[in-house]
């Protein structure tokens, strides 16, 4: 039997605003009632017929899930966006149409280009000279081979090491995310999109950022939503390091990031960023890979554990103690997990 966590209901965060009486402006109630959030009251993922090892979801409690009331997106969809040297927001982002050539920064005068598929957000974009090699991890995925592969079949593959699969590790998700719908979520290292398209789809969020470091990933994400005819009033396409993100500190009410940690070149950076772009309240997703089932056995893998980073260049081999650890080092707290084999999820909260 697998290793369960402590699977709990995100609270919310003593006085978390929550997105539909923080704004005074008139908004729309375009939500609809949600059956089918409301209905997903406890996931028992120990009765799936899944070949991973059982998990249990957070409980969710019994009243029925509260609609967010959601605001019309289309205006305020580039104002999220910001310079990721200066973390100021880009100048006449809010006037600027989708559709516009480049965003510039309104301090540093950089400009960012809209690349079509995404506008493309990384600190060294413009440069001629200079070009940055990131860790295996990294690169792997920026492979036109990979990205085209990653949803036929790469994807699948994780439930092999526990992953519950796509459907159950959103509801999962979604119960964390509980106190932050109605905002703005990013969807970090989204990849091919899997989350940020059901995100948007869900009409919980306000804006959905789909950010990734792949070019490739983005340009499938793209495709995807255009075959799946899904509206992109309410998503941004964005490359950034994870390290570097593009937004203002404390404007972002959620980040998820599914499957990614082990592909980060530092997860303490990232985790680091990421607090700083959440809001007070604001809650922090994470899904990833661990493997500290392996150690007492192999003890020689804990103490080869920085050699194969190195070589690997990912950080597979953290444990749920050590991601608490970093989560509180960086000021979230409220740390909340569940594992299986070697998945695990947790979720953690900026604090006030
Ligand atoms: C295993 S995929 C996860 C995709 C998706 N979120 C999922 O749940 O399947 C890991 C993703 O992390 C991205 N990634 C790796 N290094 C990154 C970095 N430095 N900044 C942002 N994204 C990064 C990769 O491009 C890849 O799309």
Same mark, same amino acid.
């Given at each position: 039997?697998?290793?369960?966590? *402590? ?19 008139? @908004? ?27 998990? *249990? ?51 540093? /005068?950089?400009?960012?280009?809209? /690349? ?5 957000? *990384? ?5 001629? %000279? ?5 860790? $295996? ?13 990653? %949803? ?5 593959? #994780? ?20 106190? *932050? ?44 939503? /255009?075959?799946?005819?899904?509206? !992109? ?25 599914? $499957? ?12 680091? !960023?990421?607090?700083?772009?959440? @809001? ?5 997703? $994470?899904?990833? #890979? ?14 080869? @554990? ?15 103690? %050590?991601?608490? !650890? ?19 999820? #947790?979720?953690?909260? /900026?604090?006030?």
């Amino acid at each position: 039997m697998a290793a369960l966590g *402590t699977a709990t209901t995100p609270a919310a965060a003593p006085g978390a605003p929550r997105c539909y009486n923080r704004h005074p402006r008139p @908004r729309h109630h375009i939500a609809a009632r949600r059956n089918r959030v409301a209905s997903a009251r406890r996931l028992d993922l120990c009765a799936s017929a899944s070949p991973s090892p059982a998990v *249990t979801a957070p409980d969710i409690p019994d009243e029925a899930v509260e609609e967010p009331l959601v605001e019309p997106a289309a205006e305020t969809k580039l104002r999220k966006l910001a310079c990721p040297i200066c973390y100021y927001p880009l100048a006449g982002s809010s006037d600027q149409s989708d559709d516009a050539s480049s965003l510039e920064c309104s301090t540093c /005068k950089k400009s960012y280009p809209n /690349k079509q598929d995404y506008w493309d957000l *990384t600190v060294s974009v413009g440069s001629i %000279e200079y070009s940055e090699s990131m860790p $295996a991890a990294t690169e792997l995925f920026r492979t036109p081979l990979v990205s085209f592969l990653y %949803e036929r079949g790469w994807r699948q593959n #994780f439930i092999w090491g526990g992953f519950p699969g796509l459907e159950r590790e959103f509801e999962m998700a979604k119960t964390y995310l509980k106190p *932050t719908f109605g905002g703005t979520i990013v969807d970090a290292s989204c990849g091919s999109g899997l989350f940020s398209r059901l995100f948007v789809k869900s009409g919980l969020y306000s804006l959905v950022v789909a950010l990734d470091f792949s070019e490739n990933m983005l340009k499938q994400c793209n495709e995807y939503i /255009k075959q799946e005819n899904i509206s !992109d009033e309410r998503l941004a396409l964005v490359r950034a390091d994870i390290s570097r993100l593009p937004f203002v500190s404390g404007s972002i009410d959620a980040v998820h990031a599914g $499957a990614a940690i082990h592909c980060w070149p530092s997860p303490a950076c990232a985790v680091a !960023d990421i607090s700083r772009v959440l @809001r007070p309240g604001g809650v922090f997703v $994470a899904s990833t #890979f661990v493997a500290d089932v392996i150690p007492p056995v192999i003890p020689v893998l804990r103490i080869g @554990r920085p050699y194969i980073s190195q070589i690997t260049g990912n950080n597979t081999f953290l444990s749920e103690v %050590e991601f608490e !650890d970093l989560c509180k080092a960086c000021g979230l707290v409220d740390f909340k997990f569940v594992r299986s084999g070697f998945y695990i999820m #947790f979720s953690a909260t /900026k604090a006030s």
